[in-house]
């Protein structure tokens, strides 16, 4: 079965393993990978009533002791109140530090249990069984863990690595499609920035993929986690090397802030525009030939998405993306694809082909001129 290792040289390696059915077997996965007695299990309503029942009990027949809580469903579930109430949660269970802690969903249950294991007794054990595609293939993996602040998204947090991942792409079938498109944005930023053949793959296999055949997304829950795992264990805190998985995420994080991540866009559908405008940058710029540019744009298309912003003003966007926390004293910082399969960080970009590429990406017309 496919298994991709993430190493830090402080022996913090851990294995993400790909395997469909593998939620059945995940106490025997999670015994191998801890001296943990009690698995406490961070997960939403609906999903324990998906799969909580055969998690619970392959932990309990692994001989862990198990507590369930659930968090209502939402960005709302990553906040300060809810992170006490979790926490509140494992004092009451008289938790101590032999727990586990266990996220059963997608990027925002990762992200919430991750940091109670962080900070509960100043960490304790932490796996994720990620249930989304954007979570399978990229909030559960290189330890970023956080909840919101009213100010800002993801501003109290830590690196904080889990111990396994285990992901079952069975669960993927009872994904809505718009969740499913979302994560496979994730899947084509990393072929486009890192590797050429996985592109042409993703190329060929578009119609299986969006039939969620389950062999076709093992291979590419496992390309994409690899690509991503290659990456931060050469960068765990994002010194450098680590910003070009920002592809497509200058002007998609602007996209969703505009909209006060009201779910106008979600994330991968912001990014996939943010990867057209990061694409038609660096065609017009001449820093890639018009066919990087194309075959992006036919593979975003073939996946679905639906390539047009809904009439946001550009000065605006422009604005948000100065102040994101990526952004550098206001410089904007655009990861650009000279070639598929390569990326390159630019910040000399001229406000005036930014702001054109912009421009052409949210008002969906190719030919719109700067005003
Ligand atoms: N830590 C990181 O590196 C990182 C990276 C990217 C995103 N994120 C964070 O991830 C969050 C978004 O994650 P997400 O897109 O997974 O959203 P999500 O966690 O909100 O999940 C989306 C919805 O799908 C439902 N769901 C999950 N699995 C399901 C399944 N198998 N079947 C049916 N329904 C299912 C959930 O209950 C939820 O309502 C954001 O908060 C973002 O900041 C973190
Ligand atoms: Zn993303």
């Known amino acids: 079965m496919p298994t991709v290792w993430v190493r830090f040289r402080d022996h ?32 939403h309503p609906r999903l324990q009533g998906l799969f909580g029942p055969g998690v619970v009990k392959s932990f309990q027949t692994a001989g862990f002791s198990t507590r369930v809580h659930c968090v209502p469903e939402g960005e709302t579930a990553k906040s300060l109140e809810s992170l006490k109430r979790v926490i509140g949660a494992m004092l009451q269970a008289r938790l101590d530090r032999t727990t586990l802690v266990v996220a059963l969903g997608g990027g925002v249950i990762g992200d919430l249990a991750g940091l109670a294991a962080a900070t509960f007794m100043r960490g304790v054990d932490f796996m994720q069984i990620p249930t989304t595609l954007l979570s399978q293939v990229d909030a559960s993996i290189g330890g970023k863990v ?67 055949q389950t062999p076709v997304l093992t291979r590419i829950i496992a390309k994409t986690c690899a690509i991503k795992a290659r990456i931060v264990e050469q960068d765990e805190k994002e010194a450098g090397l680590r910003a070009v998985l920002n592809y497509g995420h200058t002007l998609g994080h602007a996209l969703e802030a505009y909209h006060h991540y009201n779910k106008t866009y979600l994330h991968g559908e912001a990014v996939a525009l943010g990867m057209l405008a990061a694409a038609r940058l660096a065609s017009l710029t001449r820093m890639a030939a018009p ?66 590429a912009i421009k052409t990406v949210v008002s969906g017309c190719q030919t719109a001129e700067d005003n």
Request: proline share 6%.
């Open 291 to 356: 066919e990087t540019l194309e075959r992006q744009e036919k593979l975003l298309r073939q996946a679905g998405f639906s390539l047009k912003g809904r009439g946001e003003a550009v000065d605006k966007l422009i604005n948000l993306m100065k102040v994101d926390k990526k952004s550098r004293e206001g410089i904007l910082n655009f990861v650009l694809t000279p070639k598929i399969g390569h990326a390159r960080i630019s910040n000399k970009l001229t406000p005036f082909s930014v702001r054109r």
């Open 146 to 212: 956080a909840v919101n602040h009213p100010l800002g998204k993801n501003m109290i947090g830590a690196f904080y690595q889990p111990r396994l991942v285990l992901i079952d792409p069975e669960a993927l079938q009872s994904l809505p499609l718009r969740q499913f498109r979302s994560g496979l944005a994730e899947v084509i930023k990393s072929a486009a920035i890192a590797d050429a053949a996985f592109f042409a793959y993703l190329e060929r296999q578009m119609p299986e993929i969006l039939h969620r």
């Open 12 to 43: 913090r390696d851990y294995p993400i393993v790909i395997a469909p059915g593998v939620l059945r077997s995940s106490g025997p996965w999670a015994r191998r990978r801890t001296r943990g007695r009690t698995a406490f299990i961070l997960t």
